[in-house]
Nanobody
Framework: QVQLVESGGGLVQPGGSLRLECAGS????????IYWVRQAPGKEREGVSC????????DYAESVKGRFTISRDNDKNTVFLQMSSLKPEDTAVYYC??????????????????WGQGTLVTVSS
């Protein structure tokens, strides 16, 4: 069974850091591009970051560039999102997702086929 499971969310103060994990089962994460997408309360889902399978290239939303880093551990079949200098506006449920088709980034997240259950990140003092 193809599955993605996120973990690592929690409550953090502004300026703090968290590392999210996306563990895959039933398929190899390094064969496909993996996306992080977030949904803040009352807002639509927003693409945050992507890591490509082909060359490990990465993409970031402008709002998180320089603060978030996406990476992959092939041995653990896991993708990470290291988040630093967190702001209250980063508060959201964070999902990892993939289309199980492409190894490239740049796809509209609305067309991704496999999603995890999400992990809540709350940035508040």
């Amino acid at each position: 069974q193809v599955q993605l499971v996120e973990s690592g969310g929690g409550l953090v103060q502004p300026g703090g850091s968290l590392r999210l994990e996306c563990a895959g089962s039933g398929f190899r994460l390094n064969y496909y591009s993996i996306y992080w997408v977030r949904q803040a309360p009352g807002k639509e889902r927003e693409g945050v970051s992507c890591i490509a399978s082909s060359d490990g290239g990465t993409d970031y939303a402008e709002s998180v560039k320089g603060r978030f880093t996406i990476s992959r551990d092939n041995d653990k079949n896991t993708v990470f999102l290291q988040m630093s200098s967190l702001k209250p506006e980063d508060t959201a449920v964070y999902y990892c997702a993939t289309d199980l088709i492409s190894g490239l980034c740049g796809k509209d997240h609305r067309y991704l086929a496999v999603w995890g259950q999400g992990t809540l990140v709350t940035v508040s003092s």
